[in-house]
Nanobody
Framework: QVQLVESGGGLVQAGGSLSLSCTASGSIFKITSRNWYRQGAGQLLELVASVTSDGITNYADSVKGRFTISADNAKNTWYLQMNGLKPEDTAVYYC????????????????WGQGTRVTVSS
């Protein structure tokens, strides 16, 4: 099967930086998209950033210019560099991926990491 393991959350002061990473392992033929979601307390799940297998990135308006998503395809790892953090960025961050497991698989399936908490103090 497939596992996504995240790392890099923590506590930081406003204006600081954190970097999250996510590594996928297991039966993987192709990863078609790599994403970061977040959910703050009492808030809806929000797509923060995504990158396709072609390298096309997309960001939520709230993080544009501050966050950068990148990927190391050879390592099945992707990253979220977060600069200029604000208290409103406080949330549990989840990495997700759309993964095709075998050459015979017709459609990718979605997988989620366990989540990592980011807390930004004012």
């Amino acid at each position: 099967q497939v596992q996504l393991v995240e790392s890099g959350g923590g506590l930081v002061q406003a204006g600081g930086s954190l970097s999250l990473s996510c590594t996928a392992s297991g039966s993987i033929f192709k990863i078609t998209s790599r994403n970061w979601y977040r959910q703050g307390a009492g808030q809806l799940l929000e797509l923060v950033a995504s990158v396709t297998s072609d390298g096309i990135t997309n960001y939520a308006d709230s993080v544009k210019g501050r966050f950068t998503i990148s990927a190391d395809n050879a390592k099945n790892t992707w990253y979220l560099q977060m600069n200029g953090l604000k208290p409103e960025d406080t949330a549990v961050y989840y990495c997700t991926a759309a993964i095709i497991q075998t050459i015979w698989t017709m459609k990718p399936a979605d997988y989620w990491g366990q989540g990592t908490r980011v807390t930004v103090s004012s």
